[in-house]
T-cell receptor
Framework: ETGVTQTPRHLVMGMTNKKSLKCEQHLGHNAMYWYKQSAKKPLELMFVYSLEERVENNSVPSRFSPECPNSSHLFLHLHTLQPEDSALYLC?????????????FGEGSWLTVV | AQTVTQSQPEMSVQEAETVTLSCTYDTSENNYYLFWYKQPPSRQMILVIRQEAYKQQNATENRFSVNFQKAAKSFSLKISDSQLGDTAMYFCAFVITGGGNKLTFGTGTQLKVEL
């Protein structure tokens, strides 16, 4: 059983839809991350939250909007996406945002934009 | 810029045999951590092993060990006594001091363990 849970596992949405990805961690961590995984490309860090404050926005388009209401939950709100946004979106968490702290990942949400 | 190169997109190994996955990285920093993550078909990234750059001794975790060559910026993963459950995509990654906890990943090596 994973300590980082993502829902939904699969999502198909049209380019004009609004949807959200949800992440919940049960590890007592206080830093959370969104990564994008596309075929044949390295994982790309999108956002970092530490103690519920966004500390990193890695030049992500505004059609992706993160939200961290508390240290256990992280959302990624999606609107007017493009087909090239189709990918696996991985949520992760760590105890502290200090370098070297082990990052634990969820199983990902497969997003298909049609 | 920090980069990670995994030059073997795919590898296969017979069950019970030993396989080595290669990884090279580029950074001008002296202090950093290196990681190998495993991504099975479930897609969850699982930490396999980690190495602190200031430690000369190579890290080991049961059947998994690394060969860390700091001067060559090389960080290979050796899997001994390969098992069918080792079939997965393996990613090499590192994080530098002062860079928060932002991992830089390679493109991965798909390992298939065969009977």
């Amino acid at each position: 059983e994973t300590g980082v849970t993502q829902t939904p596992r699969h999502l198909v949405m049209g380019m004009t839809n609004k949807k959200s990805l949800k992440c919940e961690q049960h590890l007592g961590h206080n830093a959370m991350y969104w990564y994008k995984q596309s075929a044949k490309k390295p994982l790309e860090l999108m956002f970092v939250y530490s103690l519920e404050e966004r500390v990193e926005n890695n030049s992500v388009p505004s059609r992706f909007s993160p939200e961290c209401p508390n240290s256990s939950h992280l959302f990624l709100h999606l609107h007017t996406l493009q087909p090239e946004d189709s990918a696996l979106y991985l949520c992760a968490s760590s105890l502290g945002q200090g370098y070297g702290n082990t990052i634990y990942f969820g199983e990902g949400s497969w997003l298909t934009v049609v | 810029a920090q980069t990670v190169t995994q030059s073997q997109p795919e590898m296969s190994v017979q069950e019970a045999e030993t396989v080595t996955l290669s990884c090279t990285y580029d950074t001008s920093e002296n202090n950093y951590y290196l990681f190998w993550y495993k991504q099975p078909p479930s897609r969850q990234m699982i930490l396999v092993i980690r190495q602190e750059a200031y430690k000369q001794q190579n890290a080991t975790e049961n059947r998994f060990s690394v060969n860390f060559q700091k001067a060559a910026k090389s960080f290979s993963l050796k899997i001994s006594d390969s098992q069918l459950g080792d079939t997965a995509m393996y990613f090499c990654a590192f994080v530098i001091t002062g860079g928060g906890n932002k991992l830089t990943f390679g493109t991965g090596t798909q390992l298939k363990v065969e009977l």
